[in-house]
Protein backbone atom coordinates (compact mmCIF):
# COMPACT_ATOMS: atom_id res chain seq x y z
CA UNK A 1 0.00 0.00 0.00
CA UNK A 2 2.63 2.12 0.73
CA UNK A 3 4.83 1.22 -2.53
CA UNK A 4 1.15 2.26 -4.08
CA UNK A 5 0.64 5.27 -2.58
CA UNK A 6 4.67 6.49 -3.55
CA UNK A 7 4.00 5.33 -7.10
CA UNK A 8 0.84 7.39 -7.53
CA UNK A 9 1.85 10.82 -5.67
CA UNK A 10 5.20 10.23 -8.10
CA UNK A 11 2.50 10.14 -11.10
CA UNK A 12 0.90 12.61 -10.30
CA UNK A 13 4.00 14.78 -9.57
CA UNK A 14 5.48 14.09 -12.89
CA UNK A 15 2.08 15.24 -14.28
CA UNK A 16 2.26 18.78 -13.07
CA UNK A 17 5.95 18.95 -13.40
CA UNK A 18 4.80 18.25 -17.24
CA UNK A 19 2.23 20.69 -17.42
CA UNK A 20 4.47 23.75 -15.92
CA UNK A 21 7.30 22.87 -18.23
CA UNK A 22 4.49 22.98 -21.26
CA UNK A 23 3.05 26.16 -19.99
CA UNK A 24 6.77 28.23 -19.40
CA UNK A 25 7.97 27.20 -23.23
CA UNK A 26 4.19 27.46 -24.93
CA UNK A 27 5.02 31.22 -26.15
CA UNK A 28 3.68 31.46 -29.73
CA UNK A 29 5.44 34.25 -31.96
CA UNK A 30 2.89 37.19 -32.89
CA UNK A 31 1.62 36.73 -36.14
CA UNK A 32 1.74 40.34 -37.16
CA UNK A 33 5.33 41.02 -36.31
CA UNK A 34 7.30 43.90 -38.95
CA UNK A 35 9.92 41.89 -39.83
CA UNK A 36 10.80 43.91 -43.05
CA UNK A 37 9.44 45.90 -45.44
CA UNK A 38 6.88 44.10 -47.16
CA UNK A 39 5.28 43.24 -43.65
CA UNK A 40 5.12 47.05 -43.34
CA UNK A 41 2.74 47.18 -46.37
CA UNK A 42 0.96 44.52 -46.01
CA UNK A 43 -0.18 45.72 -42.32
CA UNK A 44 -0.92 49.38 -43.36
CA UNK A 45 -3.26 48.56 -45.85
CA UNK A 46 -5.70 47.47 -42.95
CA UNK A 47 -5.85 50.99 -41.57
CA UNK A 48 -7.66 54.27 -43.05
CA UNK A 49 -4.75 56.22 -42.57
CA UNK A 50 -1.93 54.24 -44.79
CA UNK A 51 -1.09 56.60 -47.31
CA UNK A 52 0.62 59.38 -45.12
CA UNK A 53 4.29 60.28 -44.90
CA UNK A 54 6.18 57.78 -43.81
CA UNK A 55 8.77 58.61 -41.26
CA UNK A 56 11.37 55.75 -39.82
CA UNK A 57 11.69 55.34 -36.00
CA UNK A 58 14.14 53.05 -34.25
CA UNK A 59 13.98 52.61 -30.58
CA UNK A 60 16.46 51.37 -28.42
CA UNK A 61 16.26 50.40 -25.03
CA UNK A 62 18.97 50.83 -21.87
CA UNK A 63 17.12 49.76 -19.02
CA UNK A 64 14.07 48.42 -17.99
CA UNK A 65 12.39 47.75 -14.86
CA UNK A 66 8.72 47.38 -12.91
CA UNK A 67 7.55 49.95 -10.44
CA UNK A 68 4.21 47.86 -9.96
CA UNK A 69 2.07 45.11 -11.38
CA UNK A 70 1.30 47.57 -13.92
CA UNK A 71 4.02 50.04 -14.40
CA UNK A 72 7.42 49.75 -16.32
CA UNK A 73 9.83 51.93 -16.16
CA UNK A 74 11.89 52.32 -19.48
CA UNK A 75 15.11 54.62 -20.32
CA UNK A 76 16.93 54.59 -24.03
CA UNK A 77 17.26 56.36 -27.59
CA UNK A 78 14.50 57.03 -30.29
CA UNK A 79 15.20 58.41 -33.38
CA UNK A 80 13.65 59.79 -36.27
CA UNK A 81 14.59 59.63 -40.16
CA UNK A 82 13.91 62.36 -41.87
CA UNK A 83 14.08 63.00 -46.18
CA UNK A 84 14.75 66.42 -47.22
CA UNK A 85 11.02 67.52 -48.00
CA UNK A 86 9.55 66.09 -44.76
CA UNK A 87 12.52 67.49 -42.56
CA UNK A 88 11.17 71.20 -43.15
CA UNK A 89 6.87 69.87 -43.29
CA UNK A 90 6.78 67.87 -39.63
CA UNK A 91 8.40 69.13 -36.18
CA UNK A 92 11.03 66.11 -35.13
CA UNK A 93 9.57 64.31 -32.34
CA UNK A 94 8.07 61.43 -31.52
CA UNK A 95 5.16 60.96 -28.09
CA UNK A 96 4.61 58.15 -25.63
CA UNK A 97 0.98 57.62 -24.88
CA UNK A 98 1.02 55.23 -22.42
CA UNK A 99 3.05 57.09 -20.37
CA UNK A 100 2.29 58.75 -16.75
CA UNK A 101 3.60 61.43 -15.03
CA UNK A 102 6.63 63.23 -16.69
CA UNK A 103 8.97 62.09 -19.50
CA UNK A 104 12.16 62.97 -19.84
CA UNK A 105 13.24 63.34 -23.75
CA UNK A 106 16.60 65.42 -24.67
CA UNK A 107 17.88 65.61 -27.41
CA UNK A 108 21.22 63.75 -27.89
CA UNK A 109 22.53 64.13 -31.88
CA UNK A 110 21.33 65.47 -35.23
CA UNK A 111 23.09 63.94 -38.48
CA UNK A 112 22.75 64.22 -42.55
CA UNK A 113 23.96 61.29 -44.80
CA UNK A 114 22.53 61.18 -48.15
CA UNK A 115 19.99 63.48 -47.99
CA UNK A 116 18.46 61.94 -44.96
CA UNK A 117 18.54 63.87 -41.45
CA UNK A 118 18.56 61.54 -38.57
CA UNK A 119 17.27 63.19 -35.27
CA UNK A 120 17.45 60.68 -32.17
CA UNK A 121 16.52 61.84 -28.55
CA UNK A 122 17.39 60.29 -24.54
CA UNK A 123 14.14 59.56 -23.23
CA UNK A 124 13.34 58.70 -19.24
CA UNK A 125 9.21 57.43 -19.22
CA UNK A 126 7.04 55.59 -16.62
CA UNK A 127 4.94 53.16 -18.85
CA UNK A 128 1.57 51.84 -17.88
CA UNK A 129 -0.27 48.81 -19.23
CA UNK A 130 -2.64 46.35 -18.00
CA UNK A 131 -0.63 43.11 -17.81
CA UNK A 132 -2.17 40.08 -16.54
CA UNK A 133 -1.20 37.62 -14.33
CA UNK A 134 -3.36 35.08 -14.07
CA UNK A 135 -0.75 32.41 -14.53
CA UNK A 136 1.56 33.66 -12.43
CA UNK A 137 4.34 32.40 -11.55
CA UNK A 138 4.36 31.17 -15.01
CA UNK A 139 3.23 33.64 -17.02
CA UNK A 140 4.92 35.99 -19.93
CA UNK A 141 4.26 39.50 -20.70
CA UNK A 142 5.12 41.76 -23.68
CA UNK A 143 6.29 45.43 -22.38
CA UNK A 144 4.51 47.73 -25.59
CA UNK A 145 6.91 50.73 -26.17
CA UNK A 146 3.91 52.77 -28.18
CA UNK A 147 4.83 55.61 -30.46
CA UNK A 148 2.94 58.79 -32.34
CA UNK A 149 4.47 61.18 -34.13
CA UNK A 150 4.79 64.64 -32.32
CA UNK A 151 2.74 66.95 -35.00
CA UNK A 152 -0.85 65.45 -33.67
CA UNK A 153 -3.24 66.33 -36.75
CA UNK A 154 -1.00 65.09 -39.49
CA UNK A 155 -0.68 61.88 -41.99
CA UNK A 156 2.62 61.17 -40.29
CA UNK A 157 2.85 57.50 -40.46
CA UNK A 158 5.73 56.09 -38.04
CA UNK A 159 7.36 52.96 -39.84
CA UNK A 160 10.21 51.00 -37.96
CA UNK A 161 13.34 51.76 -39.17
CA UNK A 162 14.18 48.31 -39.72
CA UNK A 163 17.42 48.38 -41.40
CA UNK A 164 19.09 50.11 -37.79
CA UNK A 165 19.03 46.26 -36.47
CA UNK A 166 21.57 43.45 -37.54
CA UNK A 167 18.10 41.27 -38.09
CA UNK A 168 14.53 42.11 -36.99
CA UNK A 169 13.79 38.23 -37.99
CA UNK A 170 11.13 36.51 -35.72
CA UNK A 171 12.73 35.43 -32.49
CA UNK A 172 15.53 37.85 -32.66
CA UNK A 173 16.16 40.24 -29.77
CA UNK A 174 17.27 43.57 -31.24
CA UNK A 175 16.71 47.15 -29.97
CA UNK A 176 17.79 45.88 -26.29
CA UNK A 177 21.13 46.94 -24.60
CA UNK A 178 22.74 43.57 -22.94
CA UNK A 179 23.60 44.77 -19.76
CA UNK A 180 20.22 44.88 -19.06
CA UNK A 181 19.60 43.91 -15.18
CA UNK A 182 15.69 42.66 -15.20
CA UNK A 183 15.61 40.89 -11.85
CA UNK A 184 13.03 37.53 -12.31
CA UNK A 185 12.65 37.82 -15.64
CA UNK A 186 14.59 36.64 -18.87
CA UNK A 187 13.95 38.31 -22.32
CA UNK A 188 12.02 36.29 -25.28
CA UNK A 189 12.11 38.37 -27.86
CA UNK A 190 11.18 41.85 -29.49
CA UNK A 191 9.55 42.98 -31.87
CA UNK A 192 7.73 45.93 -33.71
CA UNK A 193 3.95 45.83 -34.73
CA UNK A 194 1.11 47.84 -35.04
CA UNK A 195 -2.10 48.41 -32.82
CA UNK A 196 -5.16 49.54 -33.80
CA UNK A 197 -5.83 53.61 -32.49
CA UNK A 198 -9.38 54.55 -32.25
CA UNK A 199 -10.30 58.35 -31.25
CA UNK A 200 -14.77 58.64 -30.25
CA UNK A 201 -13.72 62.66 -30.36
CA UNK A 202 -12.32 65.14 -32.64
CA UNK A 203 -10.91 66.83 -30.39
CA UNK A 204 -12.60 70.10 -31.34
CA UNK A 205 -11.05 70.38 -34.67
CA UNK A 206 -13.92 69.74 -36.45
CA UNK A 207 -12.49 68.40 -39.51
CA UNK A 208 -12.41 64.85 -41.30
CA UNK A 209 -9.16 63.91 -40.61
CA UNK A 210 -9.45 60.14 -39.96
CA UNK A 211 -9.55 59.06 -36.12
CA UNK A 212 -10.21 55.49 -36.22
CA UNK A 213 -8.32 52.61 -37.05
CA UNK A 214 -5.07 54.48 -37.13
CA UNK A 215 -1.68 52.82 -36.76
CA UNK A 216 0.13 53.10 -33.47
CA UNK A 217 3.37 51.72 -34.08
CA UNK A 218 4.58 50.29 -31.32
CA UNK A 219 7.76 48.28 -30.30
CA UNK A 220 7.41 45.25 -28.08
CA UNK A 221 9.73 43.39 -25.37
CA UNK A 222 8.64 39.69 -24.70
CA UNK A 223 9.85 38.64 -20.64
CA UNK A 224 9.35 35.71 -19.62
CA UNK A 225 9.23 35.16 -15.43
CA UNK A 226 12.07 32.99 -13.97
CA UNK A 227 10.14 30.33 -12.97
CA UNK A 228 12.98 28.85 -10.80
CA UNK A 229 13.00 31.74 -8.14
CA UNK A 230 9.39 32.23 -8.55
CA UNK A 231 9.38 28.42 -7.13
CA UNK A 232 11.58 28.83 -4.46
CA UNK A 233 9.95 31.93 -3.28
CA UNK A 234 6.47 30.43 -3.32
CA UNK A 235 6.26 27.01 -4.00
CA UNK A 236 9.09 26.07 -0.90
CA UNK A 237 7.21 27.44 1.47
CA UNK A 238 3.70 25.73 0.99
CA UNK A 239 5.44 22.31 0.58
CA UNK A 240 7.27 22.61 3.92
CA UNK A 241 3.52 23.75 5.40
CA UNK A 242 1.89 20.58 3.96
CA UNK A 243 5.05 18.25 5.38
CA UNK A 244 4.24 19.93 8.75
CA UNK A 245 0.66 19.02 8.55
CA UNK A 246 1.85 15.67 6.81
CA UNK A 247 3.56 15.02 10.31
CA UNK A 248 0.90 15.70 12.80
CA UNK A 249 -0.94 13.33 10.81
CA UNK A 250 1.98 10.69 11.06
CA UNK A 251 1.67 11.19 15.15
CA UNK A 252 -1.97 10.16 15.24
CA UNK A 253 -1.66 6.74 17.11
CA UNK A 254 -3.43 5.13 19.61
CA UNK A 255 -0.44 3.35 20.99
CA UNK A 256 -0.32 5.47 24.70
CA UNK A 257 3.90 4.87 24.95
CA UNK A 258 3.88 6.61 21.96
CA UNK A 259 1.39 9.42 22.13
CA UNK A 260 3.65 10.02 25.00
CA UNK A 261 6.81 9.94 24.00
CA UNK A 262 5.69 12.22 20.43
CA UNK A 263 4.35 15.00 23.54
CA UNK A 264 1.22 14.78 21.24
CA UNK A 265 -2.08 15.97 22.19
CA UNK A 266 -5.32 17.55 20.37
CA UNK A 267 -4.52 21.42 21.84
CA UNK A 268 -0.85 21.08 20.74
CA UNK A 269 -2.07 19.68 17.29
CA UNK A 270 -4.60 22.14 16.43
CA UNK A 271 -2.11 25.22 18.42
CA UNK A 272 0.19 23.51 14.96
CA UNK A 273 -2.22 23.76 12.45
CA UNK A 274 -3.25 27.48 13.71
CA UNK A 275 0.30 28.25 13.44
CA UNK A 276 1.02 26.96 9.71
CA UNK A 277 -2.05 29.05 9.03
CA UNK A 278 -0.75 32.06 10.01
CA UNK A 279 2.48 31.44 8.46
CA UNK A 280 0.28 30.60 4.89
CA UNK A 281 -1.71 33.67 5.41
CA UNK A 282 1.14 36.05 5.28
CA UNK A 283 2.35 34.51 2.27
CA UNK A 284 -0.94 34.64 0.88
CA UNK A 285 -1.64 38.20 1.85
CA UNK A 286 1.90 39.25 0.14
CA UNK A 287 0.96 37.64 -3.00
CA UNK A 288 -2.19 39.96 -3.32
CA UNK A 289 -0.65 43.21 -2.39
CA UNK A 290 1.59 42.09 -5.64
CA UNK A 291 -2.05 41.48 -7.90
CA UNK A 292 -4.08 44.17 -6.20
CA UNK A 293 -6.50 44.62 -9.43
CA UNK A 294 -5.80 41.02 -10.39
CA UNK A 295 -8.20 38.37 -10.45
CA UNK A 296 -7.45 34.81 -8.92
CA UNK A 297 -4.01 34.07 -9.69
CA UNK A 298 -2.95 30.47 -10.51
CA UNK A 299 -0.75 30.11 -7.12
CA UNK A 300 -3.83 31.39 -4.91
CA UNK A 301 -5.25 28.06 -5.34
CA UNK A 302 -2.01 26.62 -3.92
CA UNK A 303 -2.71 28.73 -0.51
CA UNK A 304 -6.78 27.76 -1.18
CA UNK A 305 -6.06 24.10 -1.36
CA UNK A 306 -3.52 24.83 1.57
CA UNK A 307 -6.11 26.27 3.84
CA UNK A 308 -8.51 23.37 3.46
CA UNK A 309 -6.08 20.53 4.45
CA UNK A 310 -5.03 22.87 7.43
CA UNK A 311 -8.77 22.85 8.37
CA UNK A 312 -8.89 18.83 7.51
CA UNK A 313 -6.08 18.19 9.44
CA UNK A 314 -7.28 20.00 12.50
CA UNK A 315 -10.33 18.15 12.14
CA UNK A 316 -9.19 14.96 11.70
CA UNK A 317 -6.66 14.67 14.97
CA UNK A 318 -9.20 15.79 16.74
CA UNK A 319 -11.90 13.80 15.53
CA UNK A 320 -9.23 10.55 16.21
CA UNK A 321 -8.96 11.86 19.56
CA UNK A 322 -12.21 12.66 20.51
CA UNK A 323 -14.11 8.98 21.00
CA UNK A 324 -11.95 5.68 21.23
CA UNK A 325 -14.37 3.88 18.88
CA UNK A 326 -13.72 6.23 16.11
CA UNK A 327 -10.11 4.49 15.76
CA UNK A 328 -11.60 1.44 14.58
CA UNK A 329 -13.77 2.69 11.88
CA UNK A 330 -12.69 3.96 8.29
CA UNK A 331 -10.18 6.66 7.66
CA UNK A 332 -9.23 6.01 11.38
CA UNK A 333 -8.64 2.36 11.18
CA UNK A 334 -5.10 0.89 12.11
CA UNK A 335 -4.24 4.24 13.64
CA UNK A 336 -5.65 6.26 10.37
CA UNK A 337 -3.45 4.26 8.06
CA UNK A 338 -5.52 5.33 4.98
CA UNK A 339 -4.91 9.04 6.22
CA UNK A 340 -1.36 8.53 6.30
CA UNK A 341 -0.88 6.38 2.62
CA UNK A 342 -3.06 8.90 0.71
CA UNK A 343 -2.39 12.21 1.90
CA UNK A 344 0.36 12.85 -0.46
CA UNK A 345 -1.17 11.23 -3.40
CA UNK A 346 -4.52 13.16 -2.27
CA UNK A 347 -2.90 16.30 -2.32
CA UNK A 348 -0.43 15.64 -5.30
CA UNK A 349 -3.55 14.96 -7.58
CA UNK A 350 -5.36 18.33 -5.98
CA UNK A 351 -2.21 20.29 -7.65
CA UNK A 352 -2.23 18.26 -10.91
CA UNK A 353 -6.01 18.58 -11.42
CA UNK A 354 -6.19 22.87 -10.13
CA UNK A 355 -3.29 22.85 -12.83
CA UNK A 356 -4.54 21.39 -15.64
CA UNK A 357 -7.90 23.18 -14.88
CA UNK A 358 -6.34 26.66 -15.18
CA UNK A 359 -4.35 26.26 -17.80
CA UNK A 360 -6.55 23.93 -20.18
Request: hydrophobic share 45%.
Amino acid sequence: MKILSFLVTIIFTSLIAFQWHYQHNSYKFNEHELTNEAAIDKHLVDFELHEGDRIPVGVFIDSLEFKGPNDVYVSGYVWQEFSAELIVKYRAGVVFPNSVGSTIMKESYRSTIDNVTVVGWYFEANLRQPFSYEDYPIDHKTVWIKLLPKDFNSNVILVPSLKSYDSTSKDSTFGLSQDIVLTGWDINESFFDYMALNFDTDFGLHDNHPRTNLPELTFNIVIERDFLSAFMINITLLLVSIALLYSLIIMMTSDKHLRSKFSASVSSAIGSCAGIFFVVLVAHINIREKFPGSGIVYIEYFYLLSYIFILATALAIYSFNSKIEMITKGLFANDAFLLKVGFWPLYSFCICLITWSHFY
